[in-house]
């Protein structure tokens, strides 16, 4: 069987920022051991791994984090950006970011400089900037260039009682689900490993629309907000399994599937659990309009601080959406 876990910690070694995911899909198609499927490569980098004979259900998992972009130099050397995908800006005050040569710290004007309004308002992405320990335009330019793209400087690390944390939890759990299940198993479909998740869902919305699908199961993580202070905000608990909207944002999910995601995991005594609140609704929107449309759910893995480079999850929870992800689509064939 394969250990989800280490191949979560091996996928976390590489980044994989929106645009930038070649790396990435290399460990992907080396970590995928299973003798019976077949993998093309698109023109925009999806990787889709099929097994036949299937009946046109599509399993879908993302390659890339969430990024920034350089995109000018002021004159003491500081870096301007701008966001690539679903960063909050509270997420990026004193956070370190990693660009592929040098290591940069986000700032903006501290508190104890700031006077009246000023003081309780939280800051925009557009009002910071990135300090690299340049002293000046020229020097920074030597180690950043414009359009590079930098990820949160974030390490993968376990800890707790079967927790662990790092960043874009998205991406590795939801790739190493699909792994595990090419490798483990022999359910059958069309397994994407889209580009460009955080630039708007390119390449899910690609890759639906180049398959006749008539079902899809969407993976990815949702943020929980399930500490102290914040119980209404609460969409899900971390520790209580997988995660299955019936709406999020924008999308209402297919009640079929999504009540038979519930039954199952009743029958197989796997962890399981509603999302609450209104969140994104990731590449799902895309993909149900595909073609003549596609019935889609979602399997979320529950995620503490989501976005933010230390974001937290639970072993158990990832082990209940794997099973869940293997029950519904045994039942498939």
């Known amino acids: ?9 091996e996928l976390s070694k590489i980044d994989s920022p929106a645009g930038y995911e070649q790396a990435f899909a290399a460990k992907i198609t080396e ?3 299973a003798e019976n499927v077949s993998f093309r490569q698109d023109k925009i980098g999806n990787l889709i791994f099929s097994r036949q004979p299937h009946k046109g259900t599509l399993f879908a998992a993302h390659m890339d984090e969430p990024c920034i972009i350089a995109t000018s130099f002021t004159d003491s050397g500081r870096i301007k950006f701008d966001r690539v995908g679903s960063i909050p800006p509270t997420a990026l005050l004193g956070k370190r970011v990693r660009f592929e040569k040098t290591l940069g710290v986000i700032e903006c004007v501290p508190p104890h400089l700031l006077s009246g ?4 308002k939280i800051p925009e992405a557009k009002d910071m900037c990135i300090d690299i320990g340049a002293g000046d335009k020229k020097e920074a330019a030597e180690h950043v260039g414009y359009g590079d793209t930098a990820v949160f400087d974030g390490e993968f690390k376990e800890f707790g009682d079967g927790f662990f944390c790092g960043k874009g939890l998205g991406r590795l759990f939801s790739c190493a689900a699909l792994i595990c299940i090419l490798n483990d198993t022999d359910i059958c479909g069309d397994f994407l490993f889209a580009v460009k998740n955080e630039a708007s869902f390119v390449g899910a919305r690609a890759a639906a629309f180049s398959g006749n699908y008539q079902n899809a199961v969407v993976l990815d993580a949702a943020e929980s907000f399930d500490y102290g202070g914040a119980p209404e905000k609460a969409g899900c608990t971390v520790g209580r399994g997988a995660v299955v909207p019936f709406k999020n944002g924008s999308v209402i999910f297919d009640e079929r599937l999504c009540k038979k995601a519930f039954s199952t995991a009743e029958q197989e005594h796997i962890g399981i659990q509603p999302l609450e609140n209104r969140q994104t609704p ?3 929107g895309v993909i149900q309009t595909a073609g003549g449309g596609v019935r889609v759910m979602s399997i979320l893995l529950a995620v503490r601080n989501l976005f933010s480079g230390r974001e937290a999850a639970c072993k158990n929870d990832v082990t209940d959406c794997i099973r869940l992800l293997t029950a519904l689509g045994r039942q498939e064939h």
């Open 282 to 284: 990731g590449c799902a």
């Open 1 to 9: 069987m394969t250990d989800f876990m280490n191949v979560i910690k």
């Open 117 to 120: 309004d000023e003081l309780s």
């Open 31 to 33: 970590l995928v051991t």
